[in-house]
């Protein structure tokens, strides 16, 4: 069934199916505008803690709470009834212990009503993804690329290069093994995106991986045009909103200055309607 004819928002095990199907498609969202947008278009809509960067102007994702992750989640599934919500797991929400881990999923999908949660790491994490899926949490992983780790990786750079590949491809059967419903490869080469896709019993969801992941994955204000403080070599443009907005800021601008607006039809006359 296509995404405009699905009538109810898929659930985990729906978005487990698609492996080898049909490729998924989703984009973050952080506000119900923005959401409502994307609401039957996408399989799945990510609440991504890049909204720290995006939208609150952090330097990085590590700044993020679970407050703010709360807010926007709530805000993204008041705009969604065709697709499932997915959620970013704060840094230092869930990395000390299974315990603590559950303890913060349980209240993010509780608080958001979020179908999945997310979180980054593999091997490391195979001991807490299965302790949350035992527990009834869907979790979707995420490795190559953690943009939580950057500290430790040495910045946002390409991982799974050259010997490198060997650990990647463990972290992906780690997190398929634990249980895991999809696993997002961020900044992976595209032949050992293939290799993981292929060996793999679980949906891979691409962003700067290869076109043959099971899915793809963008934030919404890269594609958009809309954040543009700089761009990731993986990251296409659909549309340039940001120097429309501009655009019209500046025509705006123009027009109060020119006293051009408000005109006429933007105004209320001193007469009392008879209607």
Do not use: W
């Not at 958001?112 to 009834?136: H, N, P, S």
């Not at 500290?151 to 972290?171: E, I, S």
């Amino acid at each position: 069934m296509s995404a405009t004819a699905r009538k109810t928002a898929p659930m985990p095990t729906d978005i487990l199916a698609r492996k080898g199907g049909a490729p998924l498609v989703s984009l973050t969202a952080y506000t119900t505008p923005m959401a409502q947008v994307m609401d039957g278009i996408c399989d799945f809509v990510l609440v991504g803690d890049s909204v720290g960067m995006v939208l609150h102007g952090l330097p990085s994702t590590l700044d993020v709470t679970m407050e703010m992750m709360i807010l926007h989640g709530q805000a993204v599934r008041r705009g969604l009834a065709q697709s499932m919500l997915v959620i970013d797991m704060p840094f230092g929400s869930y990395e000390q212990s299974p315990a603590q881990a559950f303890e913060n999923a349980a209240r993010l999908m509780r608080e958001t009503g979020a179908g999945a949660v997310k979180l980054e790491g593999g091997e490391v994490m195979e001991d807490t993804i299965a302790f949350l899926t035992k527990r009834g949490i869907p979790v979707m992983a995420h490795i190559g690329l953690t943009p939580q780790s950057i500290h430790t990786l040495g910045g946002y750079k390409v991982q799974g290069r050259g010997a490198a590949a060997t650990q990647l491809m463990a972290d992906a059967q780690a997190v398929t093994r634990a249980g895991a419903f999809a696993v997002v490869l961020e900044k992976v080469p595209q032949a050992l995106a293939d290799q993981i896709t292929e060996t793999v019993a679980i949906p891979t969801i691409g962003i700067g991986a290869s076109a043959q992941c099971d899915g793809q994955i963008l934030v919404v204000d890269d594609m958009l045009g809309l954040f543009t403080a700089f761009k990731a070599k993986f990251v296409k443009r659909y549309a340039h909103l940001g120097d429309d907005a501009k655009a019209a800021v500046q025509a705006y601008a123009d027009e109060v200055t020119a006293r051009s607006f408000p005109g006429p039809e933007h105004v209320f006359s001193d007469e009392v309607s008879k209607t």
